[in-house]
C-alpha cells in the first residue's frame, strides 16, 4: 500500500468515566492547551475536535465527553456508535472512581465492536497525578497486569492540571487505532461490499442492508 | 441579610433578588474610586464578562433586553389584568392580597407570552406555577426537609458537592465555596434528592435550580422545582431511568418531520441523532443553554403552560435557522451549528414569535398522544436489548411502578396513562402496568429461554 497522496483520517473517540474524575478538562487541555478548575458539568453529552499530523497524513479526533452520571448510561448505546478508540478516565484520589473503570470497560465493550468483531482501542487514564495520593498507580506492574487483563492497550499517569502525559496518552490511543483500522483492512474479504465506502455516512443501521 | 450595598439601578447584580446581592464584591464596587478599573465585570445578573472559556462577553448597560427596561406598557396591563382579576382599586393591591393560583384566561396567556416585568416575576412565577399552592398546602414544610436531608455521607449528596461548583461558574454567586448562592444550591438539591428518592440528583436539574435563586429565594426555589418536576414537565423526566426525557427527543424528532420538513430531510441525509444535542435542552429546560434575557422569557411561558412551551421553542429556534443549516456543506458543519444554535439566539420576542407563528397551534393532547406511542417503542427497544440479560430493565420498572414515593405522580403510570387520568385511576393503572410488567417478565423468561437452547450459546 502506498500513501502518494495526502490522506485524512476521521476518528471518533470517546471519554468516559465517573463523575468528576476530569474527562472534560483533559479534553480543554489537549484541544485548547488550557485549564479550569471549574468547568460546567457535562449534561449528555459535548464534543470537541482535534486535528493531528500524523506520518503526513492528518488525523481528525472528534473527542466525545460523555457525562459521568451513570443515569445517562441509559444513553450511552446512542453515544458510542461507530467510535474507533476510547480513553477511560479515574481520579487517582478517589478509588471508588476507580473501581468503576471495569464497569465502564463492560459498558462500552458490550455495546461497542469493531467490524471485525474486536473491541475498540481503549486507554486508561489515571488523572490528577499532580494531586498525589496515587497509592494505587505507584504499583506499575499490577496496573500493566490490570490493563492486560481488563483489555486496555495502555494506561498513564494525567493531569490537565500540570499538562501531563495527556499527548502521550492520545499518540498511543491514535497508533492503536490505526493499526486497528490495518487489521481491518487486510482481515477483509475482497469481494465483500463495504457500505462505509459507497456512501458518506451510515452503513451501521441494520435496516440498511434491506433497503429497497 | 440583604447588607449595606445596593446594586447600582441597571449595574452589576441589579437583577438578583436583594439577598443574593454579592456584599463583597458590591463593597469593593463602592471603595473603589472612579478611575480604578475592577478587576473583573459583572452584569446585572451577576455573569462575569470576560472572554474566557469563548465565553462573549454580556453588556449590560443599555442593552435591548435588559431587565431593568420594563416596558411600562406591559407593566401597566399586567396591574390592570391583576386589579381586574381582584376586584380592586389602583393602589391597593399588594401581593398578599393576590390569589395563589390566577385563573387561566386568553387574556392572562397573551400577557405572559408577552412578557413578566422583572420586578414581578418571583412573585408571579409561583402563582402561575402552581409553586406557591404547593408551598402553602405542603403537608412538610422547608425547614423539615432541609433537616432531613442534611446527610452529608449519601452518595447523593457527595454527587452534588462535586458539582456545585461547576453548574454556575461564571456566576459571581455560584463561582466558589463561599460564594452566597452555594449554600442554598446545596440545600435544594439534596432537599429534592430526598423528596423525590426515585430522582435522587439528577445532573442538570443543578443548572435549572441555581437559575432560579437568581430571582427567588431557596424556600420558594423547592416549590418550584416541586412544580416542574409534578405537574409542568412529564414524569421520569429527570429519574435514573431518564424515560420522560428521552421519550421527548423522539417527540421532537417526529415534530420535526411534520413541521420543519427540509430540516428533517438533512438530518436523515446526512444521519445526524438530534437527540446528541437537545437532550441537554430538555433536561435543563434551556437553563445554560440560551442567554439568560431570552431564558426568562422562555421560562415566562414554560411556567404558565408546561412541557409544551420546550417544544414550541425548540421548533421555533430550529426554524430560524433553518436556512443556514440547509445550506451547510457538511454534516460537521450542520453539527456545530445546531450545537451553538441556542446561544447565538438573543432576542426573547423574535424567538417566541416564531416558535407561536410555526407551532402554536401544537396541542398538550397531540404532545401526550405522540409521548405514549414513542413510550411503548422505547420500553420495546429496551426490552429486546436486554433479552440477554434481562434482570435490569425489570427491577427498574418494578422500581418505577412499585415505588411508594413520597411525592405523587412522577410514576411510570402516569407517564403511561396521562397526568389527570393517573390520579383517578391510579389503583387500577397500577395493576394495568404491573400485569404489563409481569408479562414483560414472562416474555424475556422465555426469550431467555431459546436463548440458552440455542447451540451458539450452548458452552456450559
Redesign the interface.
Known amino acids: 500500500m502506498q500513501n502518494n497522496h495526502h490522506k485524512e483520517h476521521l476518528y471518533k473517540i470517546l471519554v468516559i468515566g465517573d ?2 474524575v476530569g474527562k472534560t478538562s483533559i479534553i480543554k487541555r489537549y484541544v485548547h492547551h488550557n485549564f ?10 459535548d ?1 470537541a ?1 482535534k486535528v493531528l499530523n500524523w506520518d503526513q497524513e492528518t488525523v481528525r479526533l472528534q473527542l466525545w465527553d460523555i ?1 459521568g ?4 448510561g ?2 450511552t ?3 458510542y ?1 461507530e467510535a474507533m478508540g476510547a480513553f477511560i478516565v479515574f481520579d487517582v484520589t478517589r478509588p471508588a472512581s476507580f473501581e468503576a473503570v471495569t464497569k465502564w470497560k463492560e459498558d462500552l465493550d458490550s455495546k461497542l465492536t469493531l467490524a471485525n468483531g474486536k473491541h475498540v482501542a481503549t486507554v486508561l487514564l489515571a488523572n490528577k497525578c499532580d494531586q498525589g495520593r496515587d497509592v494505587l498507580t505507584n504499583n506499575g506492574i499490577k496496573m500493566e497486569q490490570f490493563c492486560q487483563e481488563n483489555g486496555f492497550v495502555g494506561w498513564y499517569e494525567t493531569s490537565a492540571k500540570e499538562n501531563i502525559n495527556i499527548d502521550e496518552a492520545a499518540n498511543c490511543l491514535v497508533k492503536h487505532i490505526i493499526a486497528s483500522e490495518k487489521d481491518m483492512l487486510q482481515s477483509e474479504v475482497p469481494d465483500t461490499i463495504t457500505p462505509q465506502l459507497e456512501k ?3 452503513g451501521t443501521c441494520s435496516s440498511c442492508f434491506r433497503a429497497q | 441579610m440583604s447588607g449595606t450595598y445596593t446594586p447600582a439601578p441597571g449595574g452589576p447584580f441589579s437583577a438578583l433578588t436583594p439577598s443574593m446581592w454579592p456584599q463583597d464584591i458590591l463593597a469593593k464596587y463602592h471603595q473603589k474610586d472612579s478611575s480604578e478599573q475592577p478587576e473583573l465585570q459583572y452584569d446585572e445578573f451577576g455573569f462575569r464578562m470576560d472572554t474566557e472559556d469563548g465565553v462573549e462577553p454580556r453588556s449590560w448597560l443599555g442593552s435591548e433586553g435588559s431587565p431593568q427596561r420594563e416596558d411600562p406598557q406591559q407593566r401597566l396591563r399586567w396591574q390592570a389584568h391583576l386589579e381586574f382579576t381582584h376586584n380592586h382599586t389602583v393602589g391597593d393591591l399588594t401581593w398578599e392580597l393576590i390569589d395563589p393560583v390566577l385563573p387561566r384566561s386568553e387574556r392572562l396567556r397573551s400577557l405572559v407570552l408577552g412578557g413578566i416585568p422583572h420586578s414581578m416575576r418571583p412573585q408571579l412565577w409561583m402563582r402561575l406555577s402552581g409553586a406557591l399552592q404547593k408551598k402553602r398546602t405542603s403537608e412538610i414544610s422547608y425547614r423539615e426537609i432541609i433537616k432531613n436531608s442534611s446527610n452529608d455521607d449519601s452518595s447523593t449528596a457527595k454527587q452534588i458537592e462535586k458539582d456545585l461548583l461547576r453548574t454556575m461558574p461564571t456566576n459571581a454567586c455560584f463561582s466558589s465555596l463561599t460564594s452566597v448562592g452555594v449554600p442554598r444550591l446545596r440545600r435544594v438539591l439534596r432537599g429534592l434528592a430526598w423528596l423525590y428518592p426515585d430522582i435522587g440528583y439528577c445532573q442538570g436539574t443543578g443548572m435549572v435550580v441555581s437559575c432560579l435563586l437568581l430571582f427567588l429565594e431557596e424556600e420558594d426555589v423547592l416549590w418550584m422545582m416541586c412544580a416542574l418536576i409534578e405537574d409542568l414537565l412529564p414524569p421520569s423526566y429527570f429519574s435514573s431511568t431518564l424515560l420522560g426525557v428521552q421519550t421527548d427527543q423522539r417527540v421532537l424528532r417526529q415534530l420535526i418531520v411534520q413541521y420543519l420538513p427540509a430540516l428533517d430531510r438533512l438530518l436523515q441525509e446526512h444521519d445526524i441523532e438530534l437527540s446528541l444535542i437537545t437532550l441537554h435542552w430538555f433536561l435543563t429546560s434551556f437553563a445554560s443553554v440560551v442567554d439568560i434575557r431570552l431564558l426568562l422569557r422562555i421560562w415566562d411561558l414554560l411556567f404558565y403552560q408546561g412541557s409544551l412551551v420546550l417544544f414550541q421553542v425548540t421548533l421555533g429556534m430550529l426554524k430560524i435557522k433553518e436556512e443556514e443549516l440547509v445550506s451547510s456543506e457538511n454534516s460537521a458543519s450542520i453539527f456545530n451549528t445546531l450545537s451553538d444554535l441556542p446561544s447565538q439566539l438573543r432576542d426573547g420576542p423574535a424567538v417566541l414569535g416564531e416558535a407561536m407563528r410555526l407551532a402554536g397551534t401544537l396541542s398538550q393532547e397531540t404532545l401526550e398522544a405522540h409521548r405514549h406511542k414513542h413510550l411503548a417503542y422505547i420500553l420495546n427497544e429496551q426490552a429486546q436489548l436486554n433479552n440477554g440479560n434481562n434482570t435490569t430493565l425489570n427491577t427498574n420498572l418494578n422500581k418505577v411502578v412499585r415505588r411508594q414515593s413520597l411525592r405523587r405522580k412522577s410514576t411510570l403510570s402516569s407517564l403511561l396513562f396521562g397526568e389527570d387520568e393517573a390520579e383517578a385511576l391510579k389503583s387500577k393503572n397500577i395493576k394495568q402496568t404491573e400485569l404489563v410488567a409481569a408479562l414483560r417478565e414472562a416474555i424475556a423468561r422465555t426469550a431467555e429461554h431459546f436463548h440458552c437452547l440455542d447451540p451458539r450459546h450452548s458452552s456450559t
Open positions: 463523575l468528576g479550569s478548575p471549574n468547568y460546567r458539568a457535562t449534561i449528555g453529552v464534543f475536535l457525562a452520571q451513570e443515569r445517562f441509559n444513553m448505546r446512542v453515544y456508535r458518506d455516512k451510515g
